[in-house]
């Protein structure tokens, strides 16, 4: 793994990190959120890269690298040479040429691009197409639920008062799909259209030749952005309630063994959220029906999900209905919000409307993690608009690959939901989240108050309030210790990934 370099392609501003550019940035607006090289295998694994090679020289306002990387995953032997280029007019090229040292499936392999969502979501934009034709365009406000832009050659956009960045990427046909449909917070342009069939198969020897430029037109600003404390601030009363938050919740996968013992066991350890997964509705819910004759623990709530883990019928939906009448009867998707948004039909005779959260589902580093806190809003916004007025959940949050910053991510996990307004939120096998729920229990909040960090990729805050007191948790997402500043008149230090709590009357 190597280290994190700040270079400057003259006014341009550019973090690189592992064969990969983040946080292309234009007097501190962010053009690009990532440019970086992809292999995703038949079940859309998507094993990283090791440097073996890697080259990097700068100056002040250029910089030029050169880097070798191997992806090796089971079957999977590809290796590729990349050259980025970075000139004093802000201008960026990358181009990687690849081989396979193996015969594999994949799905996807080449170059990946994220625009970030602040900045371009309900933005106008100009899309390219590999016959030359261009289209007036605009990126998505709301979630598209399918790819917003096909057969993509360039991208341009305006990043400033007269000034437009193009994005060209060559060597294969791309699309662009709304990553928020994963909580990621952004575009992504990638190659190999889905159109195309996958997996396929990759043949020894067999190249990948790619590149990425990123020009602009007009005269780009000087760079005027300055490091700083970070402000932290709060303004007004979120008008509904604050979600509740559970932490214990059954899968009963009605169409496998063991599923009995799990209702027996919870039957003894207080309220409990219980999905149900069902392959058969009606023999299964039938088994279930006598289950519960001998065993029937408190389920708070019940969601049920087909085996693949979306809804199931409407008919489903009513006998469970008529098994547990009274207790609320929810369900949408147990993967990600992209099966609810495509799949809207299936929340007819629901109580309420849920779907989970991976923020790992693209990748597992623990900079996209705190990325991905600021994608959680816009599912429940987007839900918002065809969801008929139904409560909105969210079942569960988990991080497989738990970093050293889960703990502060689950404080603005919870503010971002708390003030999209979602009626509850679950979160599973969190390790240390225990001390941020028991805070937040024992205060028990009434209302959330909205916030906004200076650098929310570096820190974050939630503010509550019951009554007339107000609770505030501080969450440093970063590794190192760093201050802020709370409301422009309380300086705080806040220890590497630590999360600190201020008690006043407001």
């Not at 501003?13 to 940035?25: D, H, K, M, P, Q």
């Not at 890697?54 to 191997?70: H, Q, V, Y």
């Not at 190999?192 to 600003?221: C, I, K, M």
Request: hydrophobic share 40%; aromatic share 8%.
């Amino acid at each position: 793994m190597t280290g994190v370099s700040l270079l400057r392609a003259g006014p341009v501003s550019v973090t690189y990190e592992a064969g990969a550019l983040r946080y292309i940035r234009c007097d501190g607006v962010e053009v690009l959120r990532r440019i970086y090289v992809a292999v995703r295998d038949h079940q859309w694994a998507t094993p990283a890269g090791r440097i073996t090679h890697e080259n990097i020289e700068s100056g002040e306002d250029w910089f030029r690298i050169d880097l070798t990387a191997e992806h090796r995953h089971r079957e999977i032997a590809f290796s590729w040479q990349g050259h980025i280029e970075g000139a004093r007019d802000g201008s960026i090229r990358f181009t990687m040429c690849g081989s396979a040292a193996s015969s594999f499936c994949a799905n996807r392999m080449g170059f990946c691009v994220l625009h970030p969502i602040d900045g371009c979501a309900g933005r106008a934009c100009t899309v390219e197409h590999t016959s030359g034709a261009t289209e007036s365009a605009a990126f998505p406000e709301l979630i598209s639920p399918h790819q917003p832009f096909l057969d993509v050659r360039a991208i341009s956009h305006e990043v400033a008062p007269g000034v437009t960045a193009r994005v060209l990427m060559e060597g294969d046909v791309f699309e662009t799909e709304d990553q928020r449909n994963w909580t990621d917070d952004s575009f992504k342009t990638y190659s190999r259209p889905l159109t195309l069939p996958y997996p396929y198969r990759v043949h020894v020897g067999e190249r990948v030749n790619q590149s990425v430029s990123l020009t602009f037109d007009g005269t780009l600003p000087p760079d005027r952005s300055t490091a700083g404390i970070v402000r932290l601030i709060m303004g007004d009363d979120v008008p509904s309630p604050f979600p509740q938050i559970f932490r214990r919740r059954i899968d009963l996968h009605l169409n496998s063994a063991g599923w009995r013992q799990q209702l027996e066991s919870a039957a003894s350890g207080g309220p409990v959220e219980c999905a149900i997964f069902t392959g058969n509705p009606d023999a299964e819910l039938a088994a279930l029906e006598t289950a519960l004759e001998h065993s029937r623990p408190q389920v708070s709530r019940w969601l049920i999900f087909n085996a693949e883990g979306t809804i199931t019928s409407p008919a489903a939906v009513a006998a469970l209905r008529r098994l547990c009448p009274g207790v609320p009867v929810g369900g949408g998707s147990n993967t990600n919000f992209a099966e609810l948004n495509r799949n809207r039909q299936w929340i007819e005779g629901l109580d309420f409307v849920s779907w989970a959260i991976n923020p790992q589902a693209h990748a597992v580093d623990e900079q996209t993690l705190i990325e991905n806190l600021r994608g959680q809003r816009p599912g429940v916004e987007t839900a918002r608009t065809f969801c008929g007025g139904l409560p909105l959940t969210i079942s569960t949050i988990a991080i497989p690959h738990p970093p050293a910053t889960a703990v502060p991510w689950v404080v603005g996990s919870i503010k971002h939901l708390a003030e999209a307004g979602v009626q509850s939120i679950t979160y599973r096998d969190i390790p240390g989240a225990e001390a941020i729920f028991a805070q937040v229990e024992e205060f028990a909040p009434e209302r959330a108050i909205t916030s906004l960090s200076g650098d929310p990729l570096s820190a974050e805050i939630l503010a509550m309030r019951n009554g007339s007191r107000i609770r505030i948790l501080l969450a440093n997402l970063l590794g190192t210790e760093q201050n802020v500043l709370v409301c422009g008149t309380r300086r705080e230090t806040l220890r590497p990934y630590g999360v600190a709590a201020i008690d006043w009357v407001g």
